[in-house]
């Protein structure tokens, strides 16, 4: 064969392969990916390949829930569960991913209601979707955050930020619950401060608080917690409700966002975007599936799920890697994301 | 300490981690040698199994497998061309040009024994700074990340992989426009998505690696029909080998400076999260190339060359053991997977860590070194048999290599839109190398250039210009690059005087592509202008730094094209002497090399590496021939139906999904376009590699529930 002809010979298999594609978008009848499951029921899952999106790198509390729950899932369900890391973007990444895939069930993820809010509430146009149309499966456990200093630095409490003169200098994640966090409580406490946001990520935010690039982070306590038992961090404010032993032994004397409410003369606006946030943030690492699921297959990952959640394995598991559970199952997840939605306003003028 | 050393030792000695020391070891060579399989796939593969295993078996067969992964992805580097891994990409620049020679025997050599004594040079810094890389963190601030990142862009953009340094830069400029598509983490707005979620999380650099060396390297290897040796068979003698390896091993001693200094380098790297992982083999090279009395021989085939790129690999890793055990803060994407697999057995890395499990650390530490040692001596054991990959034809091997790619790309990404990237980058690839753009200095700018984004603005936000004042580190790491882009470009001058041989003088000067030239800089340009405009209509917060780069990319390119238009004004005022040469020949014919053959035995032939078009000089000034005009043809018609085969496996996948995509294309491939004497031996190549194929898809995806199925399946 002349090399002229064995150019033609992958040119026109690639034209004609192209010309297929062509057609085929065309015609709009074919489906790239996924299993299908458009019966639903438990039984659509048997065999299949689930893929399960985690928001953030390997060794984030949404990948450990993702990684805790997929085994179980998928012996429930009969199916391989398959855990894909899609981080970036403070979680908007793998939120948008998951929102974007086809909703047949064979792709559901991990969401970060809380911060994705602050993102709508502030006119991001990074979130794809509304997050109130997403198919709630449940909730692991509501997790605490924590607002941590330097060991040994000049922040004694979280009353003495309120006083300081000085700006305070806080290190950020855009679009996590962090941020909302720090806009919110810095804001509407009227504490001096300077955000500077520009980490990547936990790691590099870690890493700017250790090098004390800055005074202060606020990030969930599953990444803190290393850092406040290893003498590195100080916890000066504590969000959500802290249930495992651990934490709460590490969190002993810290004020809670109510309880200093409850100190701190504010006005009435100011104290109800601190309770918008307070709920907001409670609303983490969240499991959902696309907008449009249909209620069959919804069903059975919930019941999944809920099953999943009660095994003894698993709970063993969770106590293992430090991870709270108290699982909440899916209608009541949904139903507390539309309250959130819906009563998220008076943060506005922190986030914005 | 010593009490911690040896109990950490004695915990390695039980019946199951030993097993699973193996296992790792055998797991990470045979997925470190495959292109895109790499370090984080198999490890992620793991993560399943360690539920119900305990710490010290849990953590030895991790580190195990990636240990042995960095070592392995030499192996390919130097036989083909093509890295396992995008760090051992370094490794090709000199590892490949040996094995070209014939002296294939002799880069593995190298290879293990600096890789070996590398790593254990990096146990030893582990063990005297694993106390206090907790302290060691307050070195390094924003100031002092974007000064490192400077050093070792100016130190890259010095390989030696171009001849000009304004196609440095360019590369550079470009692989960091790359960089910045997705999510802004300063401002969540998203960059040069245009509405893809795919797009959102940025470029993978496994893909891209993948088509900018390896599927480029497959397209030179197609058009030239010939094995890695030149079409000679190197089927030699095991005493042959064994003279190979001695020599090999001869080498290494001779240059235990480079091993050490880039040992040093890459384990002092390693412990810093954010920079190390990835580019400490690149600044090992270049460190190399910049101080090494052999320098000036870097890119064509010395042992300096390798044992520079070598003796970093396994030691960046036993590196981040520090920060990643310390800290709980990885350097690289294997140490990332390595945490989140410490969090699964109920570890919390963390200064209560060297507390709570003392012995831990230096448990991890041996496994490093043990893995090191026995894997690099299996490697030299295999020695014979892997160095024949260098006497097989390129167009047999093409299909193997093509769909370990595509696979492994969609692997990496876990979506179609990597094996999209791939087929992309295997074009600009192929374009970059025929011109003699830097394919190192355009992935280093893809992989830093998140990093040196977000430290630049965070320096402006924390420091403002104080910063010149306040991190005299900083300063300190800002001088040293100076000077040494002072120094790279005198010896660049230098250098480009002493290229001129009496061979190329007689030919006349090497003259730019009189069309490719000058479109691909207008298309840069044009490029580079859109992508400016672009970035004008985002926030400053988002836009600047984007906006910065590409300004700086269209004048850089708006001047060589300017200047390429200044002389054809003058070509056409004086009518031309002579018609300068030009060529746009991926890898021309060299005529072997007496001197160096007889060195060595085995050595069949010579060969530089030509990333330009135009090979460097022989270690002795000896250049290539150029191609007959109808063979010139002829072999880019070769190289562009390489490309089309890429592409008509990526459309097919897309199709009809890996299963079907994959085996179908690999049989039609086989059945036409590689020769054979008899028909026989067409249909049983056919067969066999259509059946390699098929295993090898099916068994990808079964193996990591890939579940992309095909748009017609």
């Known amino acids: 064969m002349t090399g002229h002809k064995r150019f033609l010979v992958p040119a026109a298999a690639a034209v004609a392969a192209i010309a297929l594609a062509a057609c085929s978008s065309a015609s709009g009848t074919a489906e790239a990916g996924g299993g299908g499951s458009s019966g639903g029921g438990a039984s659509a899952f048997k065999g299949k390949t689930i893929t399960l999106i985690a928001p953030d790198a390997p060794g984030g509390s949404y990948d450990s829930y993702a990684r805790l729950f997929a085994p179980y899932l998928g012996q429930e369900l009969g199916a391989t569960v398959n855990v894909e890391n899609v981080d970036g973007g403070g979680t908007l990444d793998g939120t948008n991913q998951m929102a974007a895939a086809h909703p047949d069930g064979m792709t559901i993820g991990m969401v970060n209601v809380g911060g994705d809010v602050a993102s709508k509430v502030e006119g991001q146009p990074s979130l794809h979707d509304d997050v109130t149309k997403f198919a709630y499966i449940g909730q692991p456990a509501v997790l605490p955050n924590a607002l941590v200093t330097q060991s040994g630095g000049s922040a004694g409490t979280f009353t003495s930020l309120v006083h300081s003169s000085d700006p305070v200098a806080v290190l950020d994640i855009r679009n996590g619950i962090g941020d909302m966090l720090n806009r919110v409580v810095f804001g509407a406490f009227g504490i001096k401060h300077k955000l500077d946001t520009g980490f990547e990520s936990t790691t590099a935010l870690k890493q700017g608080f250790l090098a004390k690039d800055g005074k202060t982070i606020f990030e969930a306590m599953s990444t803190l917690y290393p850092l406040i038992s290893g003498s590195q961090a100080k916890p000066l404010l504590v969000t959500g409700t802290v249930s495992l032993p651990t934490w709460r032994n590490a969190l002993f004397g810290v004020p809670t966002l109510d309880s200093e409410l409850s100190q701190v003369s504010v006005s009435a606006g100011q104290t109800k975007a601190l309770k918008e946030a307070n709920a907001l943030a409670n609303l983490s690492d969240d499991f959902a599936a696309p907008p449009g699921t249909p209620a069959a297959t919804v069903s059975a990952l919930r019941q999944a799920f809920t099953k999943a959640a009660a095994l003894p394995a698993l709970q063993k598991q969770a106590t293992k890697e430090s991870l709270p559970l108290a699982f909440i199952a899916g209608p009541t997840t949904a139903s507390q994301v539309a309250s959130a939605v819906a009563n998220s306003s008076s943060i506005a003028p922190y986030v914005k | ?713």
């Not at chain 2, 040469?581 to 060969?607: N, Q, Y």
Request: with cysteine.
């Open chain 2, 1 to 713: 300490m010593t009490h911690d050393l040896l109990s950490g030792f004695s915990q390695l000695i039980t019946p199951e981690a030993i097993g699973l020391l193996i296992a790792g070891m055998a797991i990470g060579m045979f997925m470190g040698m495959l292109p895109g399989m790499g370090v984080s796939l198999a490890l992620s593969l793991m993560l399943p199994f360690l539920y119900h295993m305990s710490v010290i078996p849990a953590v030895t067969l991790m580190l195990a497998t990636q240990a042995a992964s960095y070592y392995a992805a030499s192996i390919t580097a130097i036989l083909l061309n093509t890295p396992g891994a995008p760090e051992s990409y370094p490794t090709t620049l000199d590892g490949f040009p040996m094995a070209k020679r014939g002296e294939a025997g002799r880069a593995l050599a190298i290879s293990a024994a600096s890789t070996w004594a590398g790593g254990w040079i990096g146990c030893i810094i582990l063990v005297a700074l694993l106390q206090v890389a907790g302290s060691l963190i307050n070195l390094f601030h924003p100031p002092e990340f974007v000064a490192i990142i400077v050093l070792a862009l100016v130190l890259i953009g010095g390989t030696g992989e171009s001849t000009s340094s304004a196609k440095v830069l360019l590369s550079g400029a470009v692989g960091l426009m790359f960089s910045f598509i997705g999510s802004d983490p300063v401002s969540g707005v998203e960059r040069f998505t245009f509405g893809s979620t795919a797009l959102l999380n940025g470029l993978n650099v496994v893909p891209v690696a993948l088509g900018l060396f390896a599927m480029t390297q497959m397209v030179v290897m197609f058009g030239r029909n010939e094995s890695v040796t030149g079409g000679s068979r190197a089927l030699l003698n095991s005493g042959q080998f064994r003279h190979q390896v001695r020599l090999g091993l001869r080498d290494t001693a001779a240059n235990w400076v480079s091993v050490v200094r880039s040992a040093v380098v890459a384990g002092v790297l390693g412990l810093i999260p954010g920079i190390g992982g990835f580019s400490a083999n690149f600044i090992s090279y270049s460190l190399g190339r910049q101080v090494s009395r052999q320098g000036r021989e870097f890119g064509t085939g010395v042992p300096a060359g390798i044992a520079s790129a070598e003796g970093s690999s396994l030691s960046k890793e036993v590196g981040s053991l520090a920060p990643a055990v310390a800290l709980g803060l990885p350097s690289g994407v294997g140490m990332v997977i390595f945490i989140a697999a410490l969090a699964i057995l109920g570890v919390q890395p963390g200064p209560n860590l060297l507390k709570s499990q003392p012995t831990l650390p230096y448990s991890m530490m041996w496994v490093m070194a043990i893995v090191g040692l026995v894997s690099c001596a299996l490697g030299l054991v295999l020695t014979p048999w892997l160095s024949r990959a260098t006497s097989v034809r390129g167009p047999v091997l093409m299909p193997l290599i093509v769909s370990l790619a595509v696979l492994g790309s969609f692997a990496a990404v876990t979506g179609f839109v990597g094996v999209v990237e791939l087929g992309v980058f295997a074009v600009v690839g192929v374009v970059m190398r025929k011109l003699g753009y830097s394919l190192a200095a355009m992935t280093i700018g893809l992989v830093l250039g998140g990093t040196f984004a977000d430290n630049v603005h965070l320096t402006q936000q924390i420091y403002g210009w104080h910063f010149l004042t306040r991190s005299p580190l900083a300063d300190v790491f800002f001088a040293i690059a100076i000077v040494l882009l002072a120094a790279i470009t005198w010896r660049g001058r230098r250098r480009g005087e002493a290229v001129v041989t009496p061979q190329r003088a007689a030919r006349g000067p090497r003259a730019p592509h009189p069309v490719l030239e000058p479109v691909t800089e207008a298309v840069i340009a044009v490029v580079s202008i859109v992508y400016l405009v672009i970035s004008l209509g985002y926030p400053t917060d988002a836009g600047r730094i984007p906006a910065i780069v590409s300004g700086l990319a269209a004048v850089l390119a708006l001047a060589r094209l300017g200047s390429w238009g200044v002389r054809q004004l003058a070509t056409r005022r004086q009518p031309a002497e002579a018609t300068p040469e030009t060529s746009l020949e991926l890898e021309p014919e060299l005529k072997p090399e007496p001197a160096m053959a007889a060195s060595v035995p085995g050595a069949v032939a010579v060969g530089a590496l030509a990333l330009d078009g135009a090979p460097p000089p022989g270690p002795d000034g000896i250049e290539a021939e150029p191609l007959a005009p109808a063979d010139r043809r002829r072999r880019i018609g070769r190289e562009f139906a390489a490309l089309a085969w890429i592409w008509a496996a990526i459309v097919l996948s897309y199709l009809f999904g890996f299963q079907i995509g994959v085996p179908v294309i690999a049989a039609a491939y086989c059945l036409t376009s590689i020769g054979w004497n008899h028909r026989w031996q067409r249909l049983a190549f056919a067969a066999s590699a259509t059946a390699v194929a098929a295993i090898i898809a099916i068994g990808f995806v079964s193996l990591f529930h890939l579940t992309f199925t095909g748009l017609l399946a």
